[in-house]
């Protein structure tokens, strides 16, 4: 089999196409409902999630970003419009869960669900829609004021009057904080949201790594020890699992490559072998090998699995396989800039390899299931469960790296080389 790279424009089609899928059937009369991926039609329930409709927004507005067509603004300004009117809080923060009309249901402040609103609003803004750097701004002292801990990192989930519901930290919630740290820094250019993700990244994937033998685990008590217990009565729990998670380990190594990509550019020129960007790519390179190593399965990563590699959870959800398919082609980029024609090469073609696997996870709507069973348990397609907080971010996300990693290596003039292999 010949493989080469896939053009930038085929990466912007899938994005598009994902978005399509959702427009316009996802739209409510306020906010946005999730869609069953079997058959396309909106859920009955009319919870609305925060994280559903930040990453909604997200999602739109990167349309807008690669130039899609004019109701990808529409449909970003028509979430932006749900989230500040029914999930802002009269109080400050913004509820988790609200009806269609934008009751409070859950009025917990969510250190998750507010990194998804710094992720919403950073995405709007790099859209240029109106008025969203200065809710990026707010969004951003908001998490300074209320979440911000001694440490520098995110705290935990809090009641509406910003007390602490327990003494915990999470994993979860700053990898996603990093995120839109590094999509604000995208849309401004400020270096105080590369700072922040920074100090998260390296707190994260090598501090309280060098405890564990390089991987990552997932829960902390409040002075960021590790606590190994956490949760261990409910392997399945829907956001904080025990064990070590192979999509958090591929989802860190994209981030990692976009540090190494945004602090390499800011330090060009030094010769300074300490400069900040040197470490990131070896990490994220260690922390992807680390997946694939403990968790591919040729159709999917486990959920969870023990530090020895053994499975806790074998379900393979559809969210890992997206970010596997945006962190190989962001290393990829990387690798090239780098003149690591091995690794480019190799990061290349497991990149073609989860694209290919992709359509394990596509409902006949063209949405994609939550997760797939393991082959020892029938290895059916499960739907997520209502209200839901994935429309497809996880995809779109991964299209949308692909798309610009692939415009960066073009505009250094470093494209991969079409590599050929037995089929």
């Avoid at 969203?132 to 300074?144: F, I, N, Y």
Wanted: charged residues 25%; glycine residues 8%; contains cysteine.
């Amino acid at each position: 089999m010949t493989t080469s790279e896939f053009p930038p424009t085929a990466h912007r089609g899938c994005l598009l196409a994902t978005l399509r899928v959702q427009y316009p059937d996802a739209l409510a009369d306020r906010g946005f409902r999730l869609l069953h991926p079997e058959s396309g039609d909106p859920y009955t329930d009319h919870r609305r999630h925060l994280v559903a409709t930040c990453r909604s927004i997200a999602n739109f507005a990167v349309g807008v970003i690669v130039d899609g067509p004019d109701w990808c603004l529409d449909a970003a300004e028509h979430g932006l419009a749900f989230l500040e009117e029914a999930h802002r809080g009269d109080e400050g923060g913004y509820h988790l869960v609200v009806d269609a009309e934008g009751t409070p249901i859950d009025r917990t402040r969510s250190a998750y669900g507010h990194a998804f609103a710094l992720l919403a609003y950073a995405r709007a803004a790099e859209a240029g829609i109106d008025g969203a750097e200065d809710d990026l701004e707010a969004t951003h002292d908001l998490l300074e004021n209320r979440f911000r801990d001694a440490a520098g990192m995110l705290r935990s989930d809090c009641d509406p009057d910003w007390t602490e519901r327990e003494a915990y930290r999470g994993q979860n919630a700053n990898m996603h904080a990093c995120e839109a740290y590094l999509a604000a820094y995208e849309a401004t250019g400020e270096t105080e949201y590369l700072d922040r993700a920074r100090h998260i990244a390296r707190t994260i994937t090598v501090d309280l790594a060098a405890e564990t033998d390089g991987l990552l685990w997932e829960h902390y008590a409040d002075d960021w020890t590790h606590d190994f217990g956490y949760n261990e009565d409910e392997p399945r729990h829907q956001f904080r699992p025990p064990g070590y998670q192979p999509g958090h380990h591929v989802e860190w190594a994209k981030f990692l490559a976009l540090l190494d990509r945004y602090e390499t550019a800011i330090d060009a020129g030094a010769d300074d072998e300490s400069a900040p960007g040197n470490g990131w790519y070896d990490r994220g390179l260690e922390l992807f090998d680390a997946a694939v190593d403990a968790g591919w399965t040729e159709t999917g990563f486990v959920y969870t699995h023990e530090a020895d590699g053994t499975p806790i959870v074998p379900d393979q959800y559809g969210w890992a396989l997206a970010e596997a398919v945006g962190a190989s082609a962001a290393l990829a980029e990387r690798a090239v800039a780098r003149n690591d024609t091995d690794a480019a090469d190799r990061l290349q073609e497991w990149n073609r390899t989860f694209l290919e696997c992709a359509d394990r996870y596509r409902g006949p709507a063209g949405l994609w299931y939550e997760k797939r069973l393991a082959a020892d348990d029938g290895d059916g397609l499960v739907a997520p469960d209502p209200p839901g907080v994935e429309p497809d971010y996880h995809p779109v996300s991964a299209f949308y790296e692909c798309w610009r990693s692939a415009h960066e290596r073009q505009s250094n003039n470093r494209p991969f080389a079409t590599a050929t292999t037995d089929d």
